[in-house]
């Protein structure tokens, strides 16, 4: 079982959608949680981090259930410049005691006009 | 400006040679790290550094190897050893903490050819 899953998509929208992602995570020790954005042949930047209690950052919404250990983006009023993967990102504890990102594979939108 | 560089952006190598990509911050950042990604994969940790003259092997670090002279670069030989080295290298970097935001340079596109 990979540690981050994330379904690969693509999802393909109309502008003005409504879009939600899933992300399951293995580790129940994991403790930060992150949405990150990547467009195509480019570099990851972060969306927004996961609180325990959700959070809202304009247009997106990240929710985070510790109990079924999975993750959640909703992305409201969806608009052509949404159209990226959207990497779900999860901070675990490694064998040598310290802390590292592990990355899902990425789900990918398409958003259409 | 504040930021990760990486050079160059594109490099294609003859296979057998081993080669190195630059990442340099300017950003006082403690930690860096190098993550490879395949095309419809996560980014996966090769090596990562939580200090200067100290770093630490990642999940694949098979055929890899690392220097943390100086604070603001973090440079990664893909060595012959390497079995499959074409690939999109990317490297970031992050205050010390767990919930600091990890900031990427733009990447390394290498072709082994």
């Excluded at chain 2, 080669?19 to 990604?37: F, G, I, K, P």
């Excluded at chain 2, 090596?47 to 990664?76: C, H, M, T, W």
């Excluded at chain 2, 690939?87 to 935001?101: D, R, T």
């Amino acid at each position: 079982r990979k540690e981050v899953e994330q379904d690969p998509g693509p999802f393909n929208v109309p502008e003005g959608a409504t879009v939600a992602f899933n992300c399951t995570y293995s580790n129940s020790a994991s403790q930060s949680f992150f949405w990150y954005r990547q467009d195509c042949r480019k570099e990851p930047k972060l969306l927004m981090s996961v609180y325990s209690s959700g959070n809202e950052d304009g247009r997106f919404t990240a929710q985070l259930n510790r109990a079924s250990q999975y993750i959640s983006l909703l992305i409201r009023d969806s608009k052509l410049s949404d159209s990226a993967t959207y990497l779900c990102v999860v901070n675990n504890l490694l064998d040598t005691g310290r802390r590292a990102l592990t990355f899902g594979s990425g789900t990918r939108l398409q958003v259409q006009p | 400006d504040g930021g990760i560089t990486q050079s160059p952006k594109y490099l294609f190598r003859k296979e057998g040679q081993n080669v190195t990509l630059s990442c340099e911050q300017n950003l006082n950042h403690d930690a860096m790290y190098w993550y490879r990604q395949d095309p419809g994969q996560g980014l996966r940790l090769i090596y990562y550094s939580q200090i200067v003259n100290d770093f630490q092997k990642g999940d694949i670090a098979e055929g890899y190897s690392v220097s943390r002279e100086k604070k603001e670069s973090f440079p990664l030989t893909v060595t012959s050893a390497q079995k499959n080295p074409t690939a999109f290298y990317l490297c970031a970097s992050k205050l010390a903490g767990g919930k600091s935001e990890q900031f990427f340079g733009p990447g390394t596109r290498l072709t082994v050819l």
